[in-house]
């Protein structure tokens, strides 16, 4: 019989009332009072548990190696030198955690230093970047681009304050315009016109306000005026690099290329370079006010131009690319969909950030409804569109397109919401009396941007090949 701890027999057995083994007692009593366990199984054990067991004492004889004074010095000598092999082992682990951690250490350092370097020529490419001077037609003393900086000036602030409260008013109240198309005329829309590719590689198209010319343009880097109603190109501009969003800025076409710049042209000509970015232009946007124009570009930045002086008014950084932006139609918010999955909502006075929406990823595009609330995003590849309801900042309603989406275009009323793609052009209407969505059309045209004609009677549709597509009623 033999302990289960010591591996001897017992002077003092005693047993398991669980697991019945046997343990020397003043063995089993110290490991109890420490863990409150049986050593053996690892069940609860307490020392009511244990049976005391009668067993006649046994006398364990002396070892032969312990009866003479010589083989005691052996053991003796034996046991020094366990005792100094251990010690040797010991500092040799020791050693090596130290030489571990020194490595350690200096891999931090190191980490530190790095960090610190980026950190530092960040802040110099962004001092550098701030002091590129301008040059434009109409900014000949060039300015200085502003990099990161607080808010706008006096002058265009008064402006945004003023018509975001004339804007935000009215809208609730405003009727719709007399002769905007129905739900019937959007059901009748049809291709009535059709281009052969005219600017392979075209991104974004434009209508006016007289819904009869379309900006565009291709990689080739020209630009063109496309007059619906003569069917021709009536004006043809010279961009120096591949057009990537095009806009008009009442009879000015503003156009943005892949080299970063922002270009304005009257009747023809090129009247002045509003700004550039570190890269291509993504997006552009113009502030209800008609004073600014928002550009956004793969730099992760947003610039606000003031128009009066053709000078850049602001610019705000952000952590992701920006693909997309637009501002919001009573002009106190401006959103830029990013690369990392982020709708990004800033306060055009300050610049401040002011809500972030995290959508399922990078995004591709988005539209603002003219009711103020929503706001409208896709993803890229995406099949969805995601409605967002901004005063709950969550997602209102998603709806399935079916296609991959590559644009979508609110109309003013904020009834209907034009939706392109490689796979079709359809329409979604929001009816307000019974809270309910419809998809009053479709046509199987493949379409790389859309836009909304005169009265949202007819839609512009450019084609991946660089064409038009009208859709009339």
Known sequence: MLCAISGEAPQVPVASRKSGNVF?????????????????????LSVEDLIELKSPRVVNPRPPTLTSIPSLLAAFQ????????????????????????????????????????????????????????????GAGTGDAMQVDSQGLSDELTAQVKETQQQLSSTRRKRPIPDGWATAEIIESLDTTQSTEPLYPGSTAVSVDESGDLALFGGSDGVAGIYSISQQKLVRTLQCGSPVTATLWWGARAVIATSSGAVKVFGNGEEVTELGSHAGAVTSLSL???????????????????????????????TEAQITCGQFHPDGGLFAAGCLDGVIRVFDVLSGSSVASLAANGPLRTLSFSENGTWLAAAEKSSTSVSIWDLRKMAVLK????????DSIRWDYTGQFLAVGGAGSVSVQQYTKASKSWSEP?????????????????????????????????
Request: charged fraction near 20%; proline fraction near 3%.
């Open 24 to 44: 020397e007692k003043r063995l089993i009593e110290a490991h109890i009072a420490e863990h409150h366990t049986d050593p053996v199984t690892g069940e609860d």
């Open 398 to 405: 998603t709806l399935e397109i079916g296609t991959p989406v």
């Open 78 to 137: 034996t046991e020094w030198d366990a005792v100094a092999l251990e010690t040797f082992t010991l500092k040799q682990q020791l050693a090596q955690t130290r030489q571990e951690l020194s490595t350690a250490l200096y891999q931090n350092d190191a980490a530190t230093r790095v960090i610190a370097r980026v950190t530092r020529e960040r802040d110099e490419a962004r001092e550098a970047l701030s002091n590129v001077t301008i040059h434009g037609g």
């Open 287 to 317: 502030h209800p006010s008609g004073a600014i124009l928002a550009s956004t570009g793969v730099d992760k930045s947003f610039i606000f131009y003031d128009l009066t002086t053709s000078s850049v008014a602001s610019q705000q950084y």
């Open 441 to 473: 059309v479709r046509k199987g045209v493949p379409a790389r941007d859309v836009a909304w004609g005169v009265n949202a009677s007819s839609l512009v549709v450019l084609t991946p090949d660089g064409g038009l597509n009208i859709l009339t009623s």
